[in-house]
């Protein structure tokens, strides 16, 4: 697949725009790309220095050839799974952003839907990379002895330093939205249907009353679907209208919708929908805080264990397979207070050690209300790494390391492969020299 992108672009004052800098068969790597990964990594914390900068254009060529070896391979991604992806990527932009769409337009100087289009690009290609690295590392594990080698290979002077970290647990308890709340709701949406019906501007109503974050983007238009792609209400209820046809309240895992049938082909449909999500009533909440009350008090009591309290009535479903238990990225149960979510840091601040706290309202990733109690288990001061106190950080350190020889491996090998050329600029990276 050979990228739009120019290896120079001259204005009239011939200040050159972006660069071709490697390529891999019809594959490239641009400056900017190479620039974008190395402040990120410095952004990051990371030391600035030449060696730094050329670790991440031999990641990049390596990408790039992973694709270059996938199309050989017939290695593929689902159109369905990118799009899913792009669109959670794109979801996470526009409510991050807080602007409206005008304005992010005009700050990137394209539509939205231009970045979307370039975005989808970049996701497809994560995605196959992922896909190329899980099967060349499928089984590779470490052993304790390759956990203590690797520690023992890193100069006493060069031990990182970890900041103050705890080991915490909740128990969510979602508010159950009453049946009456869920009437006024699908009252709203009746009402506005009536709207639509009279003529009112469908994109205009969805911006205003829905609950789906896409809206600001794509107000309410979902686009094509295919079968399998969407929750099975919203699918069945998109093969029973007609074109133009728009639907009664119907509810789904997300809330309730109305929704609108543009067109459908086959197994295909391009749909619109506005969603609003049930609010629970004061009620909903004290029978929620009730609830974990009494929870709390089998706990408090050594009537139950926390952990198997989380399993078996938690509706967090990040937490509750771990006991309750908050993790980092390599599963670790102990998190740096800098990771830890504000709200539960500052809780945390209020606590003992071993404590189980009161039932603490708020409002869960999805948006939805609820209530949870926390269970701070333990905290451990800023120290320098260690196997005893740092065990899952240092093992999930050699498992990178070892996965990342294995790759480097067959970069060596597959190489020979595909047409791949550096710049003379990067000569100094040896990218290409044997090993």
């Known amino acids: 697949m050979q990228h739009a992108v120019a290896q120079e672009t001259e204005a009239s004052n011939s200040f050159v725009v972006d660069k071709i800098i490697a390529k891999v068969d019809n594959y490239i790597v641009t400056k900017s790309e190479l620039e974008r990964a190395y402040q990120e990594y410095i952004t990051n914390g990371g030391s600035a220095s030449g060696q730094a900068k050329c670790q991440y254009l031999a990641m990049l060529v390596r990408n790039k050839l992973m694709l270059a070896k996938a199309e050989i391979d017939s290695v593929v991604v689902l159109d369905g799974e990118v799009d899913l992806n792009t669109q959670n990527r794109m979801d996470m932009i526009v409510s991050q952003s807080g602007r409206s769409v005008a304005d992010l337009e005009e700050l990137y100087g394209k539509t939205l839907e231009q970045v979307r289009l370039e975005l989808r690009d970049q996701v497809r290609e994560q995605m196959i990379v992922s ?15 390759e956990v203590k080698r690797f520690f023992g290979k890193i100069p006493k002077d060069s031990l990182p330093y970890f900041s103050a970290s705890v080991e915490v647990a909740q128990i969510v308890r979602v508010a159950k939205v009453s049946e009456a709340q869920k009437n006024i709701t699908k009252g709203e949406l009746m009402e506005i249907r009536k709207r639509l019906l009279a003529g009112e501007n ?15 983007q794509n107000g309410g238009d979902m686009g094509w679907s295919g079968r399998g792609r969407m929750v099975p209400e919203y699918e069945a209820t998109a093969f029973k209208l007609k074109p133009n046809e728009i639907s009664m309240p119907f509810s789904s895992p997300f809330g309730i919708h109305i929704m609108q049938l543009i067109e459908r082909r086959g197994s295909e449909y391009n749909s619109r929908h506005i969603l609003i999500s049930p609010k629970p009533s004061a009620q909903d909440l004290a029978d929620a805080t009730h609830f974990l009350d009494s929870i709390r008090l089998l706990v408090v009591n050594d009537s139950i264990i926390f952990q198997k309290a989380a399993k078996e009535f938690s509706d967090d479903v990040t937490t509750k397979g771990n006991g309750g238990f908050f993790a980092d ?17 500052f809780k945390l601040d209020s606590m003992k050690v071993g404590e189980v706290s009161q039932p603490i309202a708020y409002r869960t990733d999805e948006g939805k209300d609820a209530v949870r109690i926390l269970f701070y288990k333990g905290r451990i001061p800023p120290h320098e790494a260690s ?21 480097q491996k067959w970069f060596q090998k597959a190489r020979t492969d595909v047409f791949i050329n550096i710049d003379p600029a990067y000569d100094n990276c040896g990218l290409l020299d044997e090993r």
């Open 131 to 145: 896909k190329m690295e899980e099967e060349m590392t499928k089984g590779v594990a470490v052993t304790p002895s």
């Open 202 to 216: 469908f994109a205009d109503l969805a911006r205003k009353y829905s609950d789906d974050p896409s809206v600001i």
């Open 329 to 345: 990225r390599d599963g670790g149960i102990r998190l740096t207070v800098e990771d830890l979510d504000p709200i539960v840091f």
């Open 387 to 407: 196997l005893e106190a740092d065990w899952t950080k240092i093992q999930a350190a050699t498992l990178a390391e070892k996965k990342d020889r294995i790759l």
